[in-house]
């Protein structure tokens, strides 16, 4: 791994070595140790130190001259050329129940009765396809800038697919709290003990739940954000 484009990156996104080892539960010592070359991550780490800094492994090894999040694990391009697979509606959640505002997530038939659109998307491109309609992909739009380090900008359309493992470090929209707040936000398992939720716009903002919240419903994970993009605006 390079440890010179951890630098860079630390200076153009503005995060500190303290803010990277608070965020990866290690210590900055070890921190700086990858970014002088004289150790390197293992293979999760990796892919968690690119979602703190908002890239790409790719870039963190030098496959990649490009940093901005692109074909990792966690978030596709969307290339309908080289996908594969049957077709699928896909709705598009109106915004007025865009991320972050928290009045509660509805069922699935909810969200198709309040779409404003539909997009037609090739299977091979959403990734798992569940029978269960209350599973099925959708696309939403982010709201707010918390997750612009993830490189997931205000007024982005968002596609979530319930159906999709969420790993460490992957994007998620969530559901949490007693006001039932919606946000897209990053996702970490604690050994088994409980779960947390990340911003990643270097304001340090976490939330911590147990497996027992989980359970009574103070948490709510609602799907893996498998791809992002933004409309082009007019000048």
């Known amino acids: 791994m390079k440890g010179q484009r951890i630098k860079h990156l630390q200076k153009l996104r503005k995060i500190s070595t303290n803010q990277i080892a608070e965020e990866l539960n290690t210590t900055a010592a070890t ?21 703190a800094l ?4 790719s ?14 694990r966690g978030i596709v391009t969307m290339d309908f050329n080289h996908s594969s697979g049957s077709i ?14 928290g009045i509660g997530f509805p069922d699935a038939g909810q969200i198709y009765a309040c779409a404003e659109d539909y997009i037609d998307m090739p299977a091979g491109f959403l990734g798992q396809i569940s029978e269960d309609p209350e599973h099925r992909p959708f696309m939403i ?10 490189g997931i900008t205000d007024g982005a359309q968002l596609l979530i697919n319930p159906a999709e493992n969420i790993y460490d470090g992957n994007a998620a929209l969530v559901e949490y709290g007693r006001d039932r707040n919606i946000a897209v936000k ?8 409980g779960i947390e939720i990340r911003s990643a716009c ?4 976490k939330r911590t739940f147990t497996l027992e919240d989980q359970q009574n419903g103070e948490l709510r994970l609602i799907g893996k954000v498998v791809w992002y993009g933004n409309k082009p605006k007019n000048g």
């Not at 739009?141 to 993830?150: H, L």
């Open 202 to 205: 270097g304001d340090g903002w």
């Open 186 to 193: 990053r996702v970490y398992w604690l050994n088994g003990s």
């Open 54 to 57: 908002g890239t790409t492994v």
């Open 31 to 51: 921190v700086s140790r990858w970014k002088n070359n004289k150790v390197e991550p293992d293979d999760e780490t990796k892919f968690a130190l690119a979602a």
């Open 141 to 150: 739009y982010a709201e707010g800038d918390s997750m612009i380090q993830a």
């Open 59 to 72: 870039y963190l090894l030098g496959e990649s001259d490009d940093p901005n999040p692109g074909n990792d």
């Open 88 to 101: 699928i509606s896909v709705p598009i959640f109106e915004r007025a129940y865009s991320a972050c505002c």
